[in-house]
């Protein structure tokens, strides 16, 4: 079994900028597709970011392109989002999620594993 435990995510003003980490355990994630989700209250979950299992090629949804960035060590088996000019719409909980039945890492791919999730809370 993967575990995923995400962190990092806290209370930052807008216009500042956050990394969160998420750390897998149980399985090298080096070949799987990585991704981060968002939700807030009412709202479904919401695609950000992935980076695939072979090539890392990286995408991301148009609301954070060119301010998030998406990548992983695989010596350490984490996947990082380095969030910067945040603002009030990117408060939400961020979720971790990782698929082992494809290599691609978008918002239709088939997530297998998730973690818990972490708040991040952007004050305006």
């Known amino acids: 079994q993967v575990q995923l435990v995400e962190s990092g995510g806290r209370l930052v003003q807008a216009g500042g900028s956050l990394r969160l980490s998420c750390a897998a355990s149980?399985?090298?994630?080096?070949?799987?597709?990585m991704a981060w989700f968002r939700q807030t209250p009412g709202k479904e979950r919401e695609f950000v970011a992935g980076i695939s299992g072979i090539g890392g090629i990286t995408s991301y949804a148009d609301s954070v392109k060119g301010r998030f960035i998406i990548s992983r060590d695989s010596a350490k088996n984490t996947v990082y989002l380095q969030m910067v000019r945040l603002s009030s719409e990117d408060t939400a909980v961020y979720y971790c999620?990782?698929?082992?039945?494809?290599?691609?890492?978008?918002?239709?791919?088939?997530?297998?594993?998730w973690g818990q999730g972490t708040q991040v809370t952007v004050s305006s």
């Open positions: 999620a990782a698929s082992d039945r494809q290599r691609y890492a978008g918002p239709s791919t088939e997530y297998n594993y």
């Open positions: 149980g399985r090298t994630l080096s070949n799987y597709a």
